[in-house]
């Protein structure tokens, strides 16, 4: 087995930076980054951007201000109207 | 009565009563049934889809299958995975319908909003601005599986098992999915970027 190289902790480090702030890394894969991040200023800094992404991604998530259109149930009654019609006519011929 | 992220469970006794009705074909029932949920719809549609126009078209499609297939559902299951599901469905046939006319898949105004900056200025504005403008265009463009995978968890708030359950896939799969959606993105804005943002 190669033993990882820095090129390729980074990358590691890199590809799973969202891994880690969520939690989903096994505690030894959690080490493992916290070791090269705790080296490394551009994954420490990426965790730092993955948090702050995904503040910003749930700051914007309330958007309770969008309403459905106004008398969409009424487009709805129309076209199943029309579906109802079309199979019946289907049916005649 | 809209049930908020983290607070929906299996259908209650008076969502259950108006299931029961809609399922025997009363269609007061399945609006005032689904008419609680629409809202939310309408918005997990637009962000998915990012045209207004289209997101109605979507939303309507979803409320005809729903209505087609309320007959079908089990009452056990929860009203609002069922018809976020149908959503995200039918918003993923618009998004494949549109990519075959080769049209660009744009996020609209109204689908992603950043929050002021707690520093209001000019300045500060400017740079929320382009940051909100980045944001919409970087989840414009993720392919579909991975776009639904971060509107689901990461702007709708739903959880893990939630998302995955409406996206059709294993949880495991689910989160693949996430996080390669999210590396995307934060490629897309910079670290830089993201790190002043705070």
Same mark, same amino acid.
């Given at each position: 087995m190669r033993w990882p190289g820095r090129r390729d902790e980074h990358a590691w480090s890199q590809h799973h930076l969202s891994h880690y702030v969520e939690g989903d890394l096994s505690s030894r894969a959690r080490r493992r980054l916290e070791m090269h991040a705790h080296e490394c200023p551009e994954c420490s800094r990426g965790i730092r951007a993955v948090r702050a992404l995904l503040r910003l991604l749930h700051s914007s998530?309330?958007?309770?201000?969008l309403r459905a259109p106004a008398g969409i149930f009424d487009r709805v009654r129309v076209d199943a109207a029309h579906a109802d019609s079309d199979a019946e006519q289907a049916h005649e011929a | 009565m809209t049930h908020l992220p983290g607070q =929906? =469970?299996?259908?209650?006794a008076p969502e259950r009563e108006l299931v029961d009705r809609a399922q025997t074909g009363d269609v007061a029932a399945f609006e005032e049934l689904i008419g609680a949920h629409a809202d939310r719809l309408y918005t997990v549609v637009l962000r998915l889809v990012g045209d207004r126009g289209e997101a109605e078209d979507v939303l309507q499609e979803t409320l005809l299958r729903a209505w087609r297939g309320i007959g079908r559902?089990?009452?056990?299951?929860m009203i609002f995975t069922w018809l976020y599901r149908i959503a995200v469905n039918e918003s993923n046939r618009a998004l494949e319908r549109r990519l075959r006319r080769g049209t660009t898949v744009q996020v609209d105004d109204e689908a992603v909003q950043v929050p002021a900056?707690?520093?209001?200025g000019p300045g500060n504005r400017a740079e929320q601005r382009e940051l909100r403008d980045a944001l919409e265009l970087a989840i414009a463009d993720l392919a579909p599986p991975y776009r639904t995978a971060l509107v689901l968890?990461?702007?709708?708030?739903?959880?893990t098992r939630e998302a995955a359950e409406i996206a059709g896939v294993g949880e495991a799969a689910f989160k693949s999915r996430l996080h390669e959606a999210r590396l995307k993105v934060r490629a897309s804005l910079g670290d830089t970027a993201l790190v002043a943002a705070g």
């Open positions: 998530g309330d958007r309770s201000d | =929906r =469970r299996a259908t209650d559902f089990q009452a056990r299951a900056p707690a520093k209001d968890r990461d702007l709708e708030g739903l959880s």
